[in-house]
């Protein structure tokens, strides 16, 4: 996004993280803030979201992102865990979207993204925490979508498949380490690869730009056909 001329707030819970991707983006040219913040608190994320749209006048994109995998089948997974993964998987993202509308609302236009994931449309094996939460924040953004059509205002999911992020670690772990992770992989998608952070990006940036002017509550789902 900043590569597109964007001017990007980044959040992450480890500020150090935020910072060092600034300074990725000050090194190629962009303009970029680092900010720390945990998106599991209601009140410093939409101070945040506020103070972003404050200091510079304006909110066209919001792409919330960060979520949590917890293993596990039904009876494995406990209810302060389903909890845990509710908060962060689709609270989060409510908190932040209802503090950017109104905003966007008053601009006349806006792009909202949420993370979701490809487990959002199909059901993974023993993840009912985060295909349940992933599949509920689809529904939540289509909603979204319909009733802020009228403002010009867009909401669409994001749903990636396997990339190679730490985000992966629960789930090697369940599959008994790195070689049975890069088995399946290899064999249980399609195009027989992890997609790059930058396959991710692109359709982020479409979904932010005006490329994707006429499209809203859509769930992009970029996996390299694992879904079908
Ligand atoms: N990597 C994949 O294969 C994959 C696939 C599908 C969906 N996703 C989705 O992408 C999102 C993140 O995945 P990633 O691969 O970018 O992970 P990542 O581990 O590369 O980065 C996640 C970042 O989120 C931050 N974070 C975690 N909890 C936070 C909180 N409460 N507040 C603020 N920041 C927090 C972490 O510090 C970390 O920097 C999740 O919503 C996940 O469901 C990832």
Redesign the pocket.
């Known amino acids: 996004m900043a590569s597109e001329g964007a001017l990007v707030v980044v ?4 500020a150090d ?2 910072q060092a991707v600034v300074a990725e983006i000050g090194r190629s040219g962009g303009r970029a803030e680092a900010r720390g ?4 608190d209601d009140a410093a994320l939409a101070a945040e979201i506020t103070g972003a749209a404050s200091r510079h006048g304006r909110l066209d994109i919001l792409h919330s ?5 917890i293993p596990g089948r039904l009876e494995e997974v406990t209810p302060e865990q389903m909890d845990a993964s509710w908060t ?2 689709v609270r ?1 993202h409510f908190v932040a979207a209802r503090t950017a509308m109104p905003v966007m609302k008053a601009q006349g236009k806006g792009s909202i993204i949420i ?5 959002g449309v199909q059901y993974d094996r023993e993840m009912i925490a ?1 295909a349940t939460t ?1 599949h509920a924040v689809i529904a939540m953004t289509r909603q979204m979508a319909v009733d802020y059509a009228c403002y010009n205002v867009r909401c669409n999911a ?11 670690d629960g789930f090697k772990r369940q599959m008994g380490g790195r070689h049975a992770l890069e088995e399946y992989v290899a064999h249980t998608i399609p195009m027989g690869r ?2 790059t ?1 930058e396959e991710i990006a692109e359709g982020i940036v479409f979904l932010a730009s005006d490329q994707s002017a006429f499209l809203t509550g859509h769930a992009l789902v970029i ?1 390299g056909a694992e879904c079908i």
Do not use: E, M
């Open positions: 959040t992450d819970r480890d993280r935020a913040l945990d998106v599991g992102h960060a979520g949590i995998q962060l998987n989060s993370t979701s994931s490809n487990s985060y992933k994001l749903c990636p498949g396997f990339v190679d992020t730490p985000f992966n992890w997609g952070p996996d």
